[in-house]
């Protein structure tokens, strides 16, 4: 019995003989195995371990950066401003507008108090009529003058009546022609003291010498309103005036710069106080002078296209450009910096910091804007994105930024 249990014990040396590679393919599964741990515990290891990386932000950046030459900065001015007052001095009786109000040429925008000199106006209109009436007075007589003489000549050639007759009706129509130049004479005089009657009055009125856009009020009803300002508590100027068409921004270029700008040069230009917003411009002039002080020269950038949002004092930056911009230049785009585009599996991709770590991410890359390239799909500004090393990183890899 036991040497029959021996038996039973011993290898078959036959059946493993028919499948010699059967162990083989069990070494090689085997290999495969720890190769996949192996890989598995490296790419934990990959993950756990966290990767210095240098950072930067998804820019909003604009097309004419790429051709831009020069920048500076001003404020926008308007080159048709005026401080509008009245010739004559008195009290301010009525006033029509207020800041903001868009006022057109010679539109009537205060009055002072002006009951004297509309007497005065009055008087003299009333003078030229007398003076009228008193040379169609005149006239008659010098024709009845005239045909009496006339009459007189002819009887006097028929000895009908003596000389001394006829001499008297010649010094009448003389003296009645004299009295026809005076009336003549006496309502040109009229006249004149009716226009200066009437610009008495006008003095009082104060109209827009231009189309505009009314800035300040300086005075209220019950002001006085001296032009000169002489008296104690009166005020010179009414409102200040501004053609909102001819503002312009004034910029300083330094000396050093001036070679790079010139009359008739591309512009864009941002306001402060609208920076979602760029507006084309034009270097409208140079100054012809220099300020010693700052070592620099002013320049004038017109706008192109006009906005009820410009307003004059506004601070503004200038860029100069080498040719103008695209249509739909004034547009934001996504801008990265090209560093931080990698391929991976013949995509490219960015790895977006969320945390302490990163996480991979496909893009669309457009053209170059300066020293950054346009990202038009994958992206949104304002979101951190590693620059380098990419080439140790991968999705969901730890990551570390260095405090600076």
């Known amino acids: 019995m036991a040497q029959e249990e021996l038996s039973k014990l011993s290898i078959d040396k036959g059946r493993y003989a028919a499948a010699p590679g059967g162990s083989r393919r069990r070494v090689w599964v085997w290999i495969a195995v720890a190769v996949l741990l192996l890989s598995a515990a490296a790419w934990r290891i990959a993950l756990l371990r966290s990767v210095e990386v240098e950072v930067a932000t998804v820019s909003l950046v604009y097309p004419s950066q790429a051709v831009s030459l020069l920048n500076s900065s001003g404020y926008v001015v ?203 411009g034009e270097l409208h002039t140079i100054v012809p002078t220099a300020d010693r002080s700052k070592g620099s020269v002013m320049v004038k950038v017109r706008f192109i296209d006009s906005d009820k949002r410009i307003l004059p004092e506004m601070s503004a930056k200038v860029a100069f450009l080498e040719r103008p911009v695209e249509k739909g230049g004034g547009t934001p785009r996504i801008a990265v910096p090209p560093a931080a585009v990698a391929s991976r599996g013949g995509k490219s991709v960015v790895f977006v910091l969320s945390g302490d770590r990163v996480a991979e991410r496909p893009v669309t890359v457009g053209a170059k804007i300066g020293d950054l390239v346009e990202v038009s799909s994958g992206l949104k500004a304002g979101e951190r994105i590693a620059v380098k090393p990419l080439e140790k990183l991968h999705d969901q890899s730890r990551v570390k930024v260095p405090e600076k």
Not at 134 to 157: C, F, G, I, M
Not at 182 to 201: M, N, T, W, Y
């Open 78 to 280: 308007a080159q048709r401003k005026a401080a509008v007052s009245s010739k004559a001095t008195g009290t301010l009786a009525w006033l029509g507008v207020e800041e903001g109000s868009v006022v057109k040429k010679g539109e009537l925008l205060a009055r002072l108090e002006s009951k004297d000199v509309s007497a005065s106006r009055d008087q003299a209109a009333a003078n030229l009529k007398v003076a009228r009436d008193q040379l169609v007075q005149a006239q008659l007589e010098e024709k009845d003058a005239l045909t009496n003489l006339q009459r007189y000549k002819e009887l006097l050639s028929q000895g009908i009546v003596a000389r001394s007759d006829y001499d008297t009706a010649r010094l009448r129509y003389g003296r009645d022609v004299a009295a026809t130049a005076a009336a003549r004479a006496a309502i040109k005089a009229a006249e004149s003291a009716l226009k200066g009657a009437e610009a008495g009055v006008e003095y009082t009125e104060i109209r827009a010498p231009f189309d505009a856009v009314v800035l300040t009020k300086n005075a209220d009803v019950g002001d006085i309103v001296s032009p000169l300002a002489a008296q104690a508590n009166a005020k010179a100027a009414v409102l200040t005036l501004a053609d909102m068409s001819s503002l312009e921004v004034e910029a300083d270029v330094s000396e050093a710069s001036l070679a790079k700008v010139k009359a008739g040069e591309p512009c864009e230009i941002l306001l402060d106080a609208l920076p979602d917003s760029r507006f084309r």
